[in-house]
Structure formats: structure tokens, C-alpha cells
């Protein structure tokens, strides 16, 4: 894609503008726990936490697609706790709950993965109290940060924003329910994918996610 008819250069960029965005839903003294949703979420929120001096981590959370159909997702989950479905793709696709359990263990297995590659034995930093910004490059259904988000509100947060650079609008109608605050840079009306607004949206790996980290 050309620059010319993107919105972001690279998620690094998009990082940047999100980042002043964010910076502007704080109190002058709120240091804020910042949660990337990887992959593609961390070298955005990489920005966002250099901008408002802010501790970094991750969240994982995994897409749950209809069979057959990687690009759709129909469900989540996050770290701890139940699948959370999109009830309306399920009828979509003439899908049920139950239909999906083994599509279900194989994304926690995956979120068990990630987790010990990005974090080791050690848990998600203490957000109990504190003001927590969850990150990532785009949002097209929101389903999976929707996992994010409700897992993360269960341990206690004294504010959860949710925070993309661009998103569909209807996303960000859904999620406003499980944020208090969506913040974005752009919601367009012609949203079709997160990847058309970036110039370079290469796909991330573990090993880039691993260097993102390693300059906290």
C-alpha cells in the first residue's frame, strides 16, 4: 500500500500519534500500566508507554475463528476466564459455543504460549487501583480485546482505557461498554481492515515482540 492512501507509516508511527492521544485522557501525575496486545499491538504500545512515562507489559489474548475461515473472528480468549463470543457472527456463521470448544483449547494453549515467551513464570504486572491503557494497531470486530478487557477488569483496575490508533466505527460502539474510556485516532468510515491504513503492516514475530520488550 502507498503511503499516500494509508494513515500510518508503520505501527511505530501509529504509536506516536496514539500516544498524544492517550496522554491527553490522563491527570498530570498518572502513570498508567501499559498492556500491548501482541504481536501487533506492542510496538504501538512501546510508544505510548515512552510518551506517558508509563510501565509496559502484556496482555495475551487470542482471536477464535470460524472453521475454515482464519480472517473471522467469532470469539476470544484472554489469559484467565471464560470465551467471550460475538453473538451475532455466531448466527453469521451458523456457529454455536459449544461447536467451537476444540478451536477454544487450541487458542488457550496458544495464549499459554505466548504467555510464558513473553513473560516467563512471572505474571502480569499488579492492576489493582491502577490506570491501565490497553493497546493495540487496529480494531476491526474487537472481539479479542473485548477478552482483554473483561479478563483485566476483573483484577480490580481503578481505570481501563482501550486505546488504537484505528478502528472500525461500530468497534468502537461496542467496546464502549467494556472501557471506560475507547481512545483512537481514527475510526473511518470505509474501514475494511486494520492492514489498509498502514503503509508497512509486515506481521510480526515472537523474536520481534521479545526485542520490542527488551528496550523497556
Request: proline share 6%; charged share 30%; aromatic share 4%.
Amino acid at each position: 500500500m502507498a503511503l499516500g492512501t494509508a494513515l500510518f507509516a508503520d505501527r511505530a508511527a501509529a504509536g506516536r500519534a496514539l500516544a498524544e492521544r492517550v496522554a491527553a485522557h490522563l491527570a498530570g501525575d498518572e502513570r498508567p500500566l501499559v498492556l500491548a496486545l501482541p504481536r501487533g499491538g506492542v510496538p504501538v504500545a512501546v510508544e505510548v508507554a515512552r510518551r506517558t512515562g508509563g510501565d509496559l507489559d502484556v496482555a495475551v489474548a487470542r482471536k477464535v475463528a470460524a472453521p475454515g475461515r482464519p480472517e473471522v473472528g467469532v470469539g476470544a480468549v484472554a489469559e484467565d476466564g471464560p470465551p467471550v463470543f460475538d453473538r451475532r457472527a455466531l448466527a453469521r456463521w451458523g456457529l454455536t459455543e459449544d461447536g467451537l470448544a476444540e478451536v477454544v483449547e487450541r487458542e488457550r494453549a496458544e495464549v499459554r504460549r505466548r504467555v510464558r515467551r513473553y513473560r516467563g513464570d512471572r505474571p502480569v504486572r499488579a492492576v489493582a487501583g491502577r490506570v491501565v491503557v490497553v493497546v493495540d494497531d487496529g480494531l476491526a470486530t474487537g472481539v479479542t480485546a473485548r477478552a482483554a478487557l473483561r479478563w483485566l477488569r476483573g483484577l480490580g483496575p481503578r481505570r481501563l482505557l482501550l486505546a488504537v490508533p484505528v478502528c472500525s466505527p461500530p468497534a468502537a460502539e461496542d467496546l464502549a461498554g467494556d472501557a471506560d474510556t475507547v481512545v483512537r485516532v481514527h475510526a473511518p468510515a470505509g474501514f475494511r481492515a486494520v492492514s489498509q491504513w498502514y503503509a508497512d503492516f509486515t506481521q510480526l514475530t515472537d523474536a520481534d515482540v521479545d526485542r520490542a520488550l527488551g528496550g523497556r
